[in-house]
């Protein structure tokens, strides 16, 4: 496993359930309670936006950059509700990811092709 990739997942165990437990902890102090099925649909819109903005930019129009940073915080955002109703460690389960990316990445270079 390759430097970066163990930087990557060292900061996510260490920071990534912090990051979660607070979002979970203002969730549910400021806003009604809703159900895992609210915030993936939540997600999917938020989601579909920073798509449609991508596609405008990718169409060669002029978008703010603000206003894709603005999506790019409601995905993230939308994501942890998500699996905070669900009771998924993104940490965790990120973690664990990377890990099999590394592991298959790692198996094509020493093949010699692209991963």
């Given at each position: 496993?390759?430097?970066?990739?163990?930087?990557?997942?060292?900061?996510?165990?260490?920071?990534?359930?912090?990051?979660?437990?607070?979002?979970?902890?203002?969730?549910?102090?400021?806003?009604?309670?809703?159900?895992?099925?609210?915030f993936?649909?939540?997600?999917?819109?938020?989601?579909?936006?920073?798509?449609?903005?991508?596609?405008?930019?990718?169409?060669?129009?002029?978008?703010?950059?603000?206003?894709?940073?603005?999506?790019?915080?409601?995905?993230f955002i939308?994501?942890?509700n998500?699996?905070?109703?669900?009771?998924?460690?993104?940490?965790?389960?990120?973690?664990?990811?990377?890990?099999?990316i590394?592991?298959?990445?790692?198996?094509?270079?020493?093949?010699?092709t692209i991963?």
């Open positions: 496993m390759v430097e970066e990739a163990k930087s990557v997942i060292n900061i996510i165990e260490s920071q990534g359930a912090h990051i979660q437990s607070a979002f979970r902890v203002y969730q549910d102090k400021h806003f009604i309670a809703r159900t895992p099925e609210f993936c649909l939540e997600l999917c819109g938020e989601a579909g936006e920073l798509a449609n903005l991508e596609k405008k930019l990718w169409k060669g129009k002029e978008i703010d950059s603000e206003a894709v940073e603005s999506e790019v915080a409601d995905v939308a994501l942890h998500y699996a905070n109703s669900r009771g998924i460690s993104i940490a965790k389960v990120v973690t664990e990811k990377l890990a099999k590394e592991e298959k990445r790692s198996k094509h270079q020493a093949d010699g991963y």
